[in-house]
């Protein structure tokens, strides 16, 4: 091996990992949007995208950076800069407004389903920290007020907030029969209700979640 | 609220065309141009003349500086608008092939970069109204096929999608209520009222989603053996659905009713 092999062995090597960030970057998105359609469309809070969110807020961190040291000596370069700076600045708005949708329809289900997700650990799992801190606080504030506005002037057995016995239980669930929009990868099958239906590949399906959960974790499903 | 009620059942069409910024698309830049890294990608250095390919959204910022020239894809010149018209008619029971977001795309580069086209704009843009009418027609009529196990739309774009997505979703979900009511009902001898009575909500809300509903079908296509008067074409089509939801055995003149765009085994 002369010198020349390893300079170009040292280039390809640097290049693909250059490349490999860059198709990080764009996967990244890619899932980031995804899990935004996801928690638009499904009836139950999915998973928090933990470590997604922190690389995509860590960059975003190193755009505003960006930003902000350029700025400052906008003279200098002038035009190319400020070019470059809207198109930054753009991009940095388009993923703002992505994780503010994300995080606000998960408040949204949060809400909903907050006296159902504290009771059930598996679906504590799903919050984030700051979700769960978020959803035990506005729970308190939300049983003081209804003790204090009304509650308390009802005899004790219509106090409870949570019955569940009797023909209507008190505590929201998502309902996982609701319909989703659904785009098949792979040919495959499911049972609806006894029925045998047969997907194909590229097919586009409206059918009811529960049917389709496993599919659409395993990624062989894409909801729309 | 945290997320306002009107995007809690579907996405709105500028989340859409958001979405469609996303897509890729082949650009010809005027200047050359030093690249940076975005959080998404990174642009890559432009060279005068030498085509590159970057996400729409930032194809149409370079575009108002007129720093670029967007090279417009093949499927929106207008010899293969006409196949794919031509094709929709000769196919009523099926979606000809169209990129995922066709109607989105077309609509942003005809607003932004109309100079860019090599074919008469007006005609391409005549042509997209008439492709989509005809599909939307066809996406109508499908409506009636609505039942509460599955329903397949091959061939939709996201945007199409998106159209029926409310009115769908409602009507399968009231279905299969009202299914597994009438299994408690077997049971126990008696019907669940309110069941039904959220039955009557329902089509209550059916007339109000698609009150402001007109189609103008300047198209000349012939729907089978249904001559209805053109105006009316659209909403009598939903009127069948809406009869078939409410249960009524409504005579079918439809003679395309083993249409397979829908298709319940």
Redo the contacts between chains.
């Keep these: 091996m002369d010198f020349n092999d390893i300079l170009k062995d040292f280039e390809t090597t640097s290049r693909s990992r250059l490349r490999s960030d860059d198709t990080l970057r764009t996967e990244d998105l890619q899932a980031l949007t995804q899990a935004w359609i996801q928690e638009r469309t499904i009836p139950e809070v999915l998973p928090y995208e933990e470590d997604l969110l922190e690389r995509i807020l860590e960059r975003m961190r190193k755009q505003i950076e960006f930003i902000e040291l350029n700025s400052i000596e906008l003279q200098k370069h002038e035009r190319e800069i400020k070019l470059l700076l809207v198109i930054v600045e753009s991009e940095l708005d388009r993923v703002q407004f992505l994780i503010r949708s994300y995080v606000r329809t998960r408040l949204m289900k949060i809400d909903q389903f907050s006296v159902y997700i504290r009771s059930n650990e598996q679906e504590l799992k799903k919050l984030s920290d700051n979700e769960t801190v978020y959803m035990e606080r506005h729970l308190d504030l939300l049983m003081e007020l209804y003790n204090r506005q009304f509650l308390k002037n009802l005899p004790e057995s219509l106090q409870a907030l949570d019955e569940g016995g009797g023909l209507v239980n008190m505590v929201e669930k998502p309902d996982l029969h609701k319909p989703v929009f659904v785009k098949c990868g792979e040919n495959g099958m499911v049972m609806i209700e006894g029925e045998e239906v047969e997907l194909e590949k590229e097919g586009i399906y409206v059918m009811r979640y529960s049917a389709v959960k496993e599919l659409v974790k395993m990624g062989s499903m894409i909801v729309l | 609220?945290?997320?306002p009620k009107q995007?809690?059942d579907t996405?709105t069409p500028k989340?859409i065309s958001?979405?469609a910024?996303?897509e890729p698309i082949m650009i010809l830049p005027r200047y050359s141009?030093?690249g940076?890294t975005?959080?998404?990608?990174?642009?890559p250095n432009l060279r005068a003349l030498h085509r590159e390919s970057i996400p729409i959204?930032?194809a149409l910022?370079l575009k108002r500086?007129d720093?670029c020239n967007i090279v417009i894809p093949d499927w929106l010149q207008l010899s293969y608008l006409q196949q794919k018209y031509e094709d929709e008619i000769q196919n009523p029971n099926k979606f000809s092939k169209l990129p995922w977001h066709w109607i989105t795309i077309s609509k942003l580069l005809l607003d932004s970069a109309v100079d860019d086209f090599m074919d008469p704009v007006y005609e391409i843009r005549s042509l997209i109204q008439d492709l989509r009418e005809v599909r939307l027609l066809k996406a109508r009529r499908g409506l009636k096929e609505l039942n509460e196990?599955?329903?397949?739309?091959?061939?939709?774009s996201?945007i199409e999608?998106n159209e029926v997505?409310p009115f769908?979703?409602k009507v399968?979900?009231q279905l299969?209520k009202l299914k597994e009511s009438s299994k408690i009902g077997e049971q126990e001898m008696y019907g669940d009222d309110t069941e039904i009575g959220g039955d009557t909500v329902m089509s209550q809300d059916v007339d109000d989603d698609y009150a402001g509903v007109q189609i103008n079908d300047s198209v000349g296509i012939n729907h089978g053996s249904n001559s209805a008067g053109r105006s009316g074409a659209g909403n009598s089509y939903l009127n069948d659905s809406h009869t078939r939801v409410q249960g009524d055995s409504m005579e079918d003149d439809d003679s395309d009713s083993d249409d397979d765009i829908y298709r319940k085994?």
Aim: proline share 0%.
């Design positions: 609220m945290s997320l995007l809690r996405f989340e958001f979405l910024e996303q141009m030093h940076t975005l959080i998404s990608a990174k642009l959204w930032l910022i500086q720093k196990v599955y329903l397949q739309l091959d061939g939709l996201l999608i997505r769908v979703l399968m979900n299969r085994d």
